[in-house]
């Protein structure tokens, strides 16, 4: 069999346009019932065959066109392409669908097929004995990004745990994907009178203001490595004091003590650099 022998396609059931073919053709027999009457037990009953004159019944048109249009009707919708969905009172009929059937999924979208004979579940809650119809397909995405299929489905990225927002001088994490997994707001001056700046080259500078002789100072940051150098400058709000002096002991990367000498104790500014 070659494609290029295919049959033409039905467009239409046979008699559709005949009024009499809706009385569906019964599936019991008609014997005992309507004399005469076909169905899908008996098809034409053996009364069909007897001769008139013998009381034999002959064949009705609405049976004849009646019963090819419900099988044409159903080539038309095969012939389209279209495919049936699990039908539980079709199933209990047939004593369950066979191994290798097809059938419909619920959402249309696909199809599952029986790898069991006599199969009654239903696939599109879950029973069992029904895979994809192509076990190579894809129906869902794992992992980074998630989704569900079959048919059209709506890709979900993977949250990083780093809260959405703007960062400023952000410093951040990055995984071998690509991702940013941490991000947090650089290093910026506190407000007030103290407060401290981290380069990205990891210089660190700091900076606060002092009152009194022997005041011991807390740097707003611990430096991680070492400190450089301090710088501590008086200040005179009454102009006088060029004698006054200021210096530094105990420093250390956490902080360290004022000293203030000279006629003028008064207060004055510190500057801390590090890494």
């Known amino acids: 069999m070659e494609l290029a022998n295919a049959p033409s396609q039905l467009v239409e059931a046979w008699a559709a346009g005949d009024s009499s073919k809706t009385n569906p053709i019964p599936v019991p027999s008609q014997q005992g019932v309507t004399p005469g009457a076909a169905s899908w037990t008996d098809g034409f009953p053996p009364l069909c065959a007897e001769p008139i004159a013998s009381g034999g019944i002959p064949p009705s048109k609405a049976d004849m066109n009646g019963g090819l249009y419900q099988m044409s009707a159903v080539d038309v919708w095969m012939c389209a392409g279209g495919g049936f969905p699990y039908n539980s009172a079709f199933s209990a009929s047939i004593g369950g669908y066979p191994k290798g059937a097809r059938v419909l999924m619920a959402s249309g979208n696909g199809y599952w097929v029986s790898t069991v004979d006599n199969n009654v579940t239903d696939p ?30 709506t890709a979900t990225l993977a949250a990083s745990g780093v809260t959405a927002g703007s960062y400023i001088g952000a410093n951040i994490t990055v995984d071998a994907k690509g991702r940013v997994t941490a991000a947090a707001n650089g290093a910026f001056p506190f407000t007030g009178t ?10 660190i500078l700091q900076w606060g203001s002092f009152s009194t002789n022997g ?53 004055g500014n510190w500057f801390a650099i590090g890494y």
């Open 194 to 203: 103290s407060g401290y700046q981290k380069l990205p080259s990891g210089l």
């Open 124 to 153: 599109d809650t879950g029973g069992s004995g029904w895979a994809s119809a192509d076990e190579n397909a894809i129906t869902a995405l794992t992992g980074d990004v998630t989704a569900t299929g079959p048919g059209s489905a």
């Open 215 to 267: 005041q011991a100072i807390t740097f707003p940051l611990t430096f991680p490595n070492a400190l450089f150098i301090i710088t501590t400058t008086l200040a005179y709000p009454d102009g006088s004091g060029d004698s006054n002096w200021s210096n530094y002991s105990s420093a250390g990367v956490s902080g360290f003590t004022v000293n203030i000498g000279g006629a003028h104790n008064g207060s």
